[in-house]
């Protein structure tokens, strides 16, 4: 039986999360698919930025929250952030961005292997910050490590040999969507005496995990995309509790002290809280507050089977109405193995993407020929895949792709 338009609205009506999209400032006839790469701006993130502003900008930091600037709100949004990744009170710290993240948390990786084992094991597909940051590692001063990267995940158990330091992985991968065995694998690097890191960007808010059960040592993840903390929001770092006070962590950065306003040579923080560096951007993380708010409305069990369920009819649909075009799916059928994306590979597929944004409907590529359709749960309805699987049949039916105003390339679609 075909998949209709009403089992669509079916789809919707019985959708316990259906009510949370109210949450959400999303515009007017468009199918935000990007969700992914950039989440929804919560209602009232706007008014609360400015609230910050003026509170701030009126009163200074002092006299209102001590340490405002730096300490207390990484901190605080950190151990409200915690259970996104099965993490406790004092695990995790919202600070920077990711990219500036990596290299502090592989520094420290790197260090507790003590610079004995040499090489940072990642895949080639890897996220380009996690490689950038251990291309700085290898062409460091010393050039005392080595970059390992593989092609497919079936290579890393040969690569994991005894000068193996970390396993640097993405739990997502950012083109195909597969899911990475973060238990699994984590378990091989450390039977292969490797430290684990995970990037975890592209899988918090989206599914539910549980870092320490898997045993990983470290991690990093965004919280601008599935976490909905607006655009440029910080990342979080994650140190396992095991790991905390261990001798040979990387030293601390600018906030990154026990007290506040230590001496140079004080007592390090001796968890995550030894990676900020300097004052934070506090406009930023109060809009981190503002996503995390309407999680909190629901939880990510929840969560998760709506995605499965929405990247289920994406496929279905996609694959009953453009069964003519050239379209490959990237994305694995099977749930354990999804992310919360699909993708598929067209000959033409930027020009295909900026069609269809044309169309009002957005996602992304990354990648040539790339077409990738993110599925953010609390705000994406069933209905909203109709509609994209509808607009992608037109653009590919018509040919509309073809017209010269799609194929120029944009720097990132
Ligand atoms: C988006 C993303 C990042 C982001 O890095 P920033 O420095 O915060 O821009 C890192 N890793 C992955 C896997 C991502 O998807």
Redesign the pocket.
Known sequence: MPITRDDCLHLDARDALAPLREAFELPEGVVYLDG??LGALPRGATARALEVVRREGAEGPVGTDPGAGGIAPPRRLGDRLAPFIGAGPGEVLVTD??????PRLLGAMLRLRNGRRRAIVAERD??P??LHAAQGRVRGLRQAHELRLVDTPADLPAALDDDAAVLLL???D?RSGALHDMAALTQLAHARGALALW????SAGVLPLDLPGTGADAA???T??YLNGGPGAP?FLWLAPRRHGEPGLSPPGGWGHAEAFAEPLEQPHTGSGRFPCGAQDLISQTLVECGLAVFERTDLARIRAKSLALTDLFIALVEQRCAAHPLTLLTPREHARRGGQVSWRHPEGHAVMRALIDRGVIGDGRGPGLLRFGFAPLYTRFIDVWDAVQALCAVLDGGEWREERFRTRWAVT
Do not use: E, Y
Request: with cysteine; charged share 10%; aromatic share 4%.
């Open positions: 992914h790469a961005a990711a990219s500036p993240g990596l890897n996220f910050a996690g993405t739990h997502v950012r990037d975890v960007a592209h990093v993840g965004c601008c995309k990342a």
